[in-house]
């Protein structure tokens, strides 16, 4: 075990040699773990020519005693959360006024969830190219292309609410621009992470960059019904799009030197035999389906949120308000709890907590419309919101750790796309499932809440509540197997421990062969 662990050591440092010998490299200075292992024995000797024993590393470790991180890395984040709450903006411009909507462009409830729908499935087209652009020319080069795309989208989506009266076929296409934007953006940050900040920063990092999307949805949610019109709908997100791609220009490519022992090490190539091996991998077979299920479930519900709620009498404004409870709930809860994982690094732990309670929420939601208050459904959008977020960049970084030395955006790009497709397919299954009788919206919305109508109301989605319960629960099992030996799932987390100790790890002799080969 000695001798492996010894091979591996050399092997990295090797490699490290070899980067800063290449004129390319910016990193040629930073110390080698075992150049810096060798000072500290050095300094540990005493007279009698014994070796003082090392600390043990506990909050300082390898990378916080060599490495460095800069203030600007804070700039791209921030470009980062503003592209993530513009374009969750875009996909959700339509939900939460949908029945408006089809009156506007005199077409039916169905094909504007088509609207939201279509922009998930741009985001899987697009995916490949993506996971190249991340790999090949980093985040800013991403968020180059999204930038571009949201631009061109927005301004297509608003001509086409302009032009004869609102003309939907024009609206498509733009939706469907910046659902290609998307994936640029939602996809960096475990890759803008792993490049800026060290182990002790990057599920914050990733957090507030990824759960920026949603809270673009809430803002969606809640002001979108204030409006008085489609085409202002659908001007105030263009213009917001307009204004944050301009930074955008303007970003650091990297950072001067890297944040972290692991970040020195080149990726292997996107078709390397480390990617490969993902196919063989049963925790990311595990994480990847239980990430889409649960993505998709959340992207459903929050798209059709508003035709949930208003067979039961409740208002466009109501149903507004339990979307941004959902979503505000959410960013409170993982904003406490992301920095808290970031010290501990108890993965496991927070993904077997909050999995039990995105089922439980979902089983909720089933009965909560018929209650006809506002208590049920904002109390259990709340909780899913809580332990959906709090999820997500726990999910995201435990992705990266146990698909080491894979590059980040590999998994990220493909947990994602998996969400997008899962969540275009449940609105299709969702809307199919709902009632076939027509509602007749203003007279509904003149009856309230208090005035009956039974537990399945004309356009009740009842039955689409109850197949969003029954994915939630057959998926659950799934995450709680993680980290059992006896089933082939207890692998450890590899990047973790490198920047932790300064030691190659797991398969990170096997990186290094593939690069120097």
């Not at 020519?49 to 506990?58: Q, T």
């Not at 990824?210 to 949610?221: H, M, R």
């Not at 919101?385 to 709090?390: E, V």
């Not at 609105?427 to 076939?436: F, P, S, W």
Request: hydrophobic residues 40%.
């Amino acid at each position: 075990m000695d001798d492996h662990r010894a091979d591996t050591g050399k092997i990295a440092t090797q490699q490290q040699e070899e980067i800063a010998e290449s004129n390319e490299n910016p990193y040629r200075d930073i110390p080698s773990p075992e150049g810096a292992r060798t000072a500290e024995i050095a300094q540990g000797e005493q007279g009698n020519g014994k070796r003082r024993r090392r600390r043990p590393f506990h909050r300082e470790s390898y990378s916080h005693t060599h490495f460095k991180v800069y203030k600007r890395r804070w700039f791209g984040l921030a470009q980062l959360v503003l592209l993530n709450i513009v374009v969750s903006w875009d996909w959700l411009t339509f939900a939460p006024v949908s029945s408006r909507a089809a009156d506007y462009f005199d077409v039916s409830e169905t094909a504007i969830n088509w609207l939201s729908t279509g922009f998930m499935f741009a985001f899987v087209l697009v995916s490949p190219l993506t996971m190249w652009t991340l790999h090949s020319g980093g985040p800013k080069t991403s968020i180059i292309w999204s930038s571009g795309f949201l631009l061109l989208g927005n301004w297509i989506r608003y001509i086409g609410t302009r032009v004869n009266g609102g003309m939907y076929p024009v609206v498509l296409v733009g939706q469907i621009l910046t659902g290609f934007a998307q994936p640029f953006v939602l996809a960096a940050p475990t890759r803008y992470s792993d490049l800026w900040f060290t182990e002790s920063g990057r599920i914050s990092a990733t957090a507030l960059a990824s759960l920026a999307n949603p809270f673009g949805g809430a803002l969606a949610q809640l002001i979108t019904p204030l409006l008085p019109s489609i085409p202002t709908t659908v001007l105030l997100p263009t213009i917001l799009s307009t204004a944050c791609t301009l930074p955008t220009l303007f970003l650091p490519a990297a950072p001067p030197t890297p944040p972290s022992y692991s970040s020195t090490l080149p990726k292997p190539p996107l078709l390397s035999p480390s990617t490969r091996s993902l196919l063989t991998s049963p925790p990311f077979y595990i994480l990847f389906l239980t990430f889409s299920c649960y993505v998709g479930l959340f992207n459903s519900y929050s798209s059709l949120l508003n035709q949930i709620l208003y067979p039961y009498g409740y208002s466009e404004d109501e149903a507004g308000i339990s979307g941004a409870i959902l979503i505000v709930v959410g960013l409170v809860c993982a904003a406490i709890l992301s920095p808290i994982f970031d010290r501990t690094h108890k993965f496991l732990l927070g993904i077997k907590l909050l999995c039990p309670l995105v089922g439980a929420s979902y089983l909720g939601l089933v009965w909560a419309p018929q209650t006809r208050t506002l208590e049920a459904p904002y109390v259990l959008s709340g909780v899913l919101g809580a332990a959906s977020f709090s999820l997500l960049p726990l999910a995201l970084e435990y992705m990266v750790e146990v698909t080491w030395p894979v590059s980040p955006e590999v998994g990220s790009t493909v947990c994602w796309a998996g969400g997008q497709l899962f969540g275009g397919v449940f609105i299709v299954v969702m809307n199919a499932l709902k009632d076939g009788n027509g509602v007749d919206v203003k007279r509904v919305s003149e009856m309230g809440r208090g005035r009956g109508g039974g537990s399945r109301p004309e356009g009740n989605m009842y039955r689409a509540l109850v197949f969003q319960a029954v994915v939630a629960l057959v998926v659950l099992p799934l995450p709680l197997c993680l980290g059992v030996e006896r089933l082939g799932l207890g692998q450890k987390e590899g990047r973790l421990r490198m920047d932790e100790t300064g030691e190659a790890v797991g398969g990170t002799g096997d990186a290094a062969r593939e690069q120097g080969s």
